[in-house]
């Protein structure tokens, strides 16, 4: 079945340096790959998605790469700032309908 | 548009009681997803509808789990006899139809505890 796995589990980076996170997919039909952050104690939202015709798109100082070859996929924050902290999830999905989430990533900013 | 809405935002049980939770989509989606988050498993799908209708509902832990959507603005997802290992914070989304946007818009979810 679908799987997602996304590493790694926690991740902590000084203020200011960069930050990655990198998820594999095993459902070769996967066409849809978002990215969505999770506050504490707050709901997920959606930060970035690339399609599996892209191979990288940038939102300022978000950006995704996808290797679809190798069935990977990378956020990547620059410039982290103390608001950049909370939970991480990457997805894929199949004609964006079924949706799976990998475990999740928590970043942490250190001042 | 409000948002996806769910209630009751937290839940206390005991073990052994019914538990409904329920899911108002954002106007206009057709497509509606229930997610289970703990520490240990992350967001779990349980099951999705697409047009009101169960497409895979393979996420649903057990028996004792079940999910319907009897029209486009409501869905309960039920846990009867509940056990203190479905205690965990469970979120409805919706989407819009595949092939738009994919964005999931989730609800501020339910916290449900199970003594």
């Known amino acids: 079945g679908e799987n997602v796995e996304q590493h790694p589990s926690t991740l902590s980076v000084q203020e200011g340096d960069s930050a990655v996170i990198k998820c594999t997919y095993s459902?070769?039909?996967?066409?849809?790959f978002p990215w969505y952050k999770q506050e504490l104690g707050k709901r997920p939202q959606l930060i970035i998605d690339?399609?599996?015709?892209?191979g990288e798109k940038k939102d300022q100082r978000i950006a995704v790469t996808l290797n679809k070859t190798a069935k990977h996929f990378s956020l990547h924050i620059t410039e982290t700032q103390p608001e950049d902290s909370a939970v991480y999830f990457c997805?894929?999905?199949?004609?964006?309908?079924?949706?799976?989430f990998g475990s999740g990533t928590r970043l942490s900013i250190r001042p | 548009d409000a948002g996806v809405i769910q209630s009751p935002r937290h839940e206390v049980t005991e073990m052994g009681q019914e538990v409904t939770l329920r899911c108002k989509p954002i106007?206009?989606?057709?497509?509606l997803f229930w997610y289970r988050q703990t520490m240990m498993r992350g967001l779990e799908l349980l099951i999705y509808f697409n047009n009101n209708v169960p497409i895979d509902d393979s996420g649903m832990p057990e028996d004792r789990f079940s999910a319907k959507m009897p029209n486009a603005s409501f869905s309960t997802l039920k846990i009867q006899p509940s056990e203190p290992r479905d205690s965990a914070v469970y979120f409805c989304?919706?989407?819009?139809?595949?092939?738009?946007?994919?964005?999931?818009?989730f609800g501020e979810g339910s916290r449900l505890t199970v003594l």
């Open positions: 997805a894929a999905s199949y004609r964006a309908s079924k949706i799976i």
């Open positions: 989304a919706s989407k819009g139809l595949a092939g738009e946007s994919g964005e999931l818009f």
């Open positions: 106007s206009g989606h057709n497509s």
């Open positions: 459902d070769s039909a996967s066409n849809y």
């Open positions: 690339i399609r599996s015709n892209v």
